[in-house]
């Protein structure tokens, strides 16, 4: 069988473009599967928030993120990419980062030209390391990887403090480096993803920032809209983790208000998923045919 880097790279080089659901646990990753998506997006934002509590700004380290793409690889078959921020240091720790990253399981990892510690991509206050420091960190992890085919990412966040000219600049020299694709983040317009997708040599991911309304950001367009411009990939990295702050929020709600503080017992099944089928969303069935064939059942 193929190298997971070599089966996402196949889905990356196919005419339509592939279309990569944000996924942080075990919840999202199973579900994006049971969906039928072929790959996820590890969101460092969401692996952040959910594991640490802290928002996207540069508290969580190396091994907090590979560990979390470890547990998200083992419990499926998506083919993963991971978010390995700035590399935690230099060309150097890059290097040791992608090594960690590959062994973890994934089928590719991304790092980006921010500098530490970082900020989401769609925060204010980003600011960028100088291009060249940044072609080292893509040298030192193309060097890293062992299978040839795991893929190498390269992100820049100039768009929004320097320019979309400096953003195509810089994603050419890293290219050249050798990263096999390319990300933009923040482009604010459908314009810039046109001049950024024409403007690169190797395929250009972008980001629909699903559960960020009110805030200036890229604007939201269709997956097919996006391939017509050149787009090779989309990610979604906040749908599934707004969705599910948005379920709990209403779901405690109703509990504080109905079952605490009004002393009625309420069944409200829209808001939660029965017990069957989150055991049966989670392996319950693989589990209990484990169970069967080593107890001779």
């Known amino acids: 069988m193929a190298s997971k880097g070599r089966q996402l790279r196949q889905l990356i080089n196919a005419p339509e473009i592939l279309v990569t659901p944000g996924v942080y646990d075990g919840y999202s990753t199973r579900l994006v599967e049971k969906a039928g998506f072929k790959s996820g997006s590890i969101t460092g934002a969401g692996t952040s928030e959910s594991r640490l509590g802290w928002a996207d700004r540069g508290v969580m380290g190396l091994d907090e993120n590979v560990a979390n793409a470890r547990r998200l690889a083992d419990c499926s078959s998506l083919l993963l990419r991971a978010d390995a921020d700035t590399g935690y240091g230099n060309a150097m720790s890059v290097y040791f980062a992608t090594r960690a990253f590959e062994k973890a399981g994934v089928a590719a990892v991304m790092f980006e030209d921010q500098v530490w510690p970082k900020r989401c991509g769609h925060m204010a206050g980003k600011s960028v390391i100088a291009a060249d420091e940044m072609v080292q960190k893509v040298k030192a992890a193309c060097d890293a990887r062992l299978d040839p085919d795991f893929i190498i990412i390269a992100r820049t966040d100039a768009a929004g403090p320097i320019g979309v000219d400096e953003a195509i600049r810089r994603l050419n020299l890293y290219a050249e480096a050798g990263a096999d694709c390319l990300y933009a983040d923040a482009l604010l317009s459908k314009t810039d993803i046109a001049k950024v997708a024409k403007g690169v040599p190797k395929p250009l991911i972008v980001n629909m920032g699903l559960g960020m309304r009110t ?83």
């Open 215 to 297: 805030r200036k950001t890229t604007p939201l367009m269709t997956p097919k809209e996006l391939e017509a411009l050149g787009v090779a990939v989309v990610s979604y990295p906040r749908l599934l983790t707004t969705a599910a702050v948005k379920g709990m929020m209403n779901a405690m709600t109703v509990f504080k208000n109905e079952v605490v503080d009004k002393h009625r017992l309420v069944e409200r099944d829209d808001l939660q998923v029965g017990f069957e089928e989150i055991n049966d969303l989670m392996g319950m069935k693989e589990l209990d045919e484990l169970e069967r064939r080593f107890n001779g059942g």
